[in-house]
């Protein structure tokens, strides 16, 4: 047993160590001026997502970083993923009124540069910030809006989560006929997925 915790032990060790290097990597990415911008964004962009679930303060200020370099080259785009971030930050810290606050900052920021391909996450985010608030009537309305660009956009698993996310309000509401209804469309869709990536896997080994 003593063994066992020993392996263990050096295996969280190794893979602390391994995060770190990875880590301190993304970092001299993100310093180097002699970086290309889309790799430096990108690099910030790493870092920032892991922290968020572990440190919301800190990954906020790596995200506020991200926003100024954005705002110094007037670059929309990247001001719109570091004011999501900074938004979820808000929200991971039950900090609400802050949290809408900056997603409807990012989310007009990607509607101003026609992006829909990252407009969407930030209005389920939205939904599901009105959801924890107790405001169902808007959470359903952010949670439609992001399934109708999921949909617009062919993106399977954002359809099937977006439709999950509206009957859990119905579960809640205690509405079960329209809550399995939703998890039923939902469902299909994820077995779908699932089916398309096995018959994929298959030609894969195919080949």
């Known amino acids: 047993m003593k063994r066992l915790l020993l392996l263990f032990s050096l295996a969280l060790l190794f893979n602390s160590i391994l995060s770190q290097l990875n880590t301190d990597s993304l970092w001299s990415v993100w310093h180097n001026e002699n970086q290309t911008n889309e790799n430096r964004f990108n690099s910030i962009q790493k870092i920032i997502r892991p922290t968020l679930f572990f440190q919301p303060d800190s990954a906020f200020i790596f995200a506020q970083w991200q926003l100024d370099y954005a705002k110094s080259i007037n670059d929309k785009y990247q001001m719109a993923n570091a004011l999501n971030m900074q938004g979820i930050s808000y929200h991971l810290r039950s900090d609400y009124e802050n949290s809408i606050k900056y997603l409807l900052k990012s989310i007009d920021l990607y509607k101003e ?95």
């Open 113 to 207: 540069i026609d992006n829909l391909k990252n407009l969407a996450a930030p209005l389920g985010n939205l939904g599901i910030i009105y959801q924890d608030k107790g405001d169902i009537k808007n959470a359903i309305k952010y949670y439609n809006e992001s399934l109708d660009i999921y949909a617009e956009l062919n993106d399977s698993s954002g359809v099937a989560a977006s439709l999950n996310n509206i009957g859990v309000i119905y579960e809640d509401l205690g509405n079960k006929e329209n809550a399995i209804e939703y998890y039923n469309k939902s469902l299909l869709i994820y077995e779908n997925i699932k089916d398309n990536f096995q018959e994929d896997k298959f030609l894969l080994n195919e080949l």
